[in-house]
């Protein structure tokens, strides 16, 4: 698949100049994005999860202007992703050439940040990019938290660290929530421990670790119960105490890991992901001495929840109906005391569906050759992302509702429905006809299929 900007030979992005190649595929609809900066916007819904979630870490250094402009090296292999790791696909992820991406999750700037060694703790909130579907809840553009807490073994012999653990477990606020953790912190098929960490120090790192987190989903969703409440809603489960429950995870770079989730409207929602951080990981940053743990989790997801904002492109939005409903606590308040209150839609504009369905190329793998993410076979990813960049925000949901292989040919062709709906206005018969007729244009156009 080409795409035209690559013809250019080069990209500007964030004030450097960087060449582009065959695995270039990050289109301007993309590059931006990067200067919004929502999660540094002052009464921003974004930036009121994170103030809320830093008010939770007292004493954690915060990093909120790391540029997404990394390398592969930083995303991928600082963390020991394997070379065939599915999140490293062209389909996947946003390449500025083969050795530069968009970041697609805050954790690469673990290694670094441990490096810096600037601190015990440390939060990182940060845009982050993903190729992915269109829908309410997906983005190509969301913002992730990441945050890490580490302790200096050569500062003290091994007995006492497990009592400074300990002690600083101790310290921490207790809360009364019922929580649901069946499996054992070590589980060595499953889940196992570190063989350069103790037995003892798995343990109480992880108790930290889990408590710390319990701790911010409490605070995060008694907030959301009470803003609820004030709203109105009867809902039966806002009056039932909250639920929460630690499951079993894989990350390669952390281990044991796990993620959590609460119950939350009836359902099981996953919050984040966690875990041990993986020793080789500090070694080769240069602080063999510190071990810890790290969490990853996303704004949005939490945001929505905490405002009731149905639609994740609400979060884009410039238009003051949906930014003047959010208020930061007063500059002299804490975060801590902000009164969130949930969104109240303006009103629902219709919808508009149109279907488009097509005859996918052949695949051009059997040609050989070529790798890279301009040359890569037809993935439901380029679709989403040609709509996403000719029709933008207009659109809601893109959705595959038919696939037909050709009994003989064995071609296949696939019949998407596209749900033209803008949060801010009603779209004419003829705006919709017009976004339609374009797209169509451009799958035949970038992708190569043949329209049916
Ligand atoms: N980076 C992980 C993700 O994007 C989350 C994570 C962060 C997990 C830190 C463990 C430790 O899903």
Redesign the pocket.
Known sequence: MLWTDTKLGSIAVEGKTLGTDEWTNTPSSILSAISRRLHLQKDHPLSITRQLIESCFPGFKCHNSLSPVVSVQQNFDS?GFPPDHPGRRPSDTYYINRNTVLR????AH?ADTFRANQSDGYLITAD?YRRDAVDRSHYPVFH?M???RTWDRTRVNSVRLAQVINDDIARMPTHDISVLDPNPTIDPEHNPRQMQHSVEETELMTMHLKRSLENLIVKIFDKARKAAMASGDTDPYFQEPLKVRWVQ?Y?P??SP?WELEVFWGGDWLEM????I?KQELLNNAGVPERIG??????LERIAMLLFSIPDIRLFWSQDPRFLSQFRAAHSKGHPEDTTITRFSPFSKHPACYKDVAFWIPKTSSSAGGNVGANTQDFHENDVMELVRDIAGAKVEEVRLVDTFVHPTSGRKSLCYRINYRSLERTLTNQESNELHEKIRAALVERLGVQIR
């Open positions: 963390l697609t999750h805050t954790s673990q982050v992730q990441e945050g890490a995870a990350f770079f952390t890991s984040l992901g966690c875990g951080v743990w790290a969490f990853g989790l996303g």
